[in-house]
């Protein structure tokens, strides 16, 4: 597979078989996302991984706060409201997954089932949560936004979907207990790893993508 083969093929996988991901293979796709570039050469990512035991434990807790309806608290405040063009691409987005699924749009049960996939991690064996100093400015965000495009491509070389997710860092205090994360770091992001089942439902949807010229404007070319 070529550069521009794994980025055109990527996708969101939301349901995992139950065959874990090897330490070994872990590492090797974690060695990949290293070289991506960063100002200055920070390299400013501190990286935390939970598998086994330790994510079965930090799956239980998720649940458990959602269930008795605990606010998500992430450490990188969600958005209060899109602007319409990103909102009608989430929206469509939004409606091409419920007509995969045989659901209507807005249907609070379909809602409230994709919510607790978040929190189960979508049955992921893996879990990779990216974290920053919390002195550091939003330009080291886009640095991780770079790693985390970077760990997600080097997956797919050994055949490992992943996902990112905001939902999977909704309660960072849970992170930061189970993993040992400081509290002089932000949990930014979580990206989920595993190998997809192709047979559920959710994994059936790909994105609508804008054409690049909506995107893009060029003069002098």
Same mark, same amino acid.
């Given at each position: 597979?070529?550069?521009?083969?794994?980025i055109?093929s990527r996708?969101?996988?939301?349901?995992?078989?139950?065959?874990?991901?090897?330490?070994?293979?872990?590492?090797?796709?974690?060695?990949?996302?290293?070289?991506?570039?960063s100002?200055a050469d920070?390299?400013?990512?501190?990286?935390?991984?939970? &598998? &086994?035991?330790?994510?079965?434990?930090?799956?239980?807790?998720?649940l458990?706060?959602?269930?008795e /309806?605990?606010?998500?608290?992430?450490?990188?405040?969600?958005?209060?409201?899109?602007?319409? !063009?990103?909102?009608?691409?989430m929206l469509?987005f939004v409606?091409?997954?419920?007509?995969?699924? &045989?659901?209507v749009? /807005?249907?609070?049960?379909?809602?409230?089932a994709?919510?607790?996939?978040?929190f189960?991690?979508?049955?992921?064996?893996? #879990?990779?949560?990216?974290?920053?100093?919390?002195?550091l400015s939003?330009?080291?965000?886009?640095?991780? !936004?770079?790693?985390?495009?970077?760990?997600?491509? #080097?997956?797919?070389?050994?055949?490992?979907g992943?996902?990112?997710?905001?939902?999977?860092t #909704?309660y960072? =205090?849970?992170?930061?207990?189970?993993? !040992?994360?400081?509290?002089?770091? #932000?949990?930014?992001? /979580?990206?989920?790893? /595993?190998y997809?089942?192709?047979?559920?439902?959710?994994?059936?949807?790909?994105?609508i993508?804008?054409?690049?010229? =909506?995107?893009v404007?060029?003069? &002098?070319?």
């Open positions: 597979m070529n550069v521009i083969e794994a055109e996708r969101s996988i939301r349901a995992f078989k139950p065959q874990p991901v090897s330490r070994e293979v872990v590492l090797k796709i974690l060695s990949a996302a290293n070289w991506s570039p100002w920070t390299q400013p990512w501190e990286v935390f991984v939970a &598998g &086994g035991e330790s994510l079965a434990t930090i799956r239980e807790r998720y458990a706060r959602y269930s /309806g605990v606010p998500m608290a992430n450490d990188v405040p969600r958005p209060k409201e899109w602007p319409p !063009g990103p909102l009608q691409r469509d409606n091409a997954r419920c007509a995969a699924m &045989g659901v749009p /807005g249907n609070e049960a379909e809602r409230e994709s919510m607790r996939r978040n189960e991690f979508f049955d992921a064996p893996a #879990a990779v949560f990216l974290c920053l100093h919390r002195d939003p330009w080291s965000y886009f640095d991780l !936004g770079l790693y985390a495009q970077s760990l997600m491509l #080097a997956a797919m070389e050994y055949s490992v992943s996902v990112v997710a905001v939902n999977l #909704a960072p =205090d849970i992170i930061r207990e189970e993993l !040992g994360v400081p509290e002089d770091y #932000a949990v930014m992001i /979580g990206i989920a790893l /595993g997809e089942d192709p047979t559920d439902v959710n994994n059936q949807v790909r994105s993508r804008r054409p690049v010229e =909506d995107a404007v060029m003069k &002098g070319l």
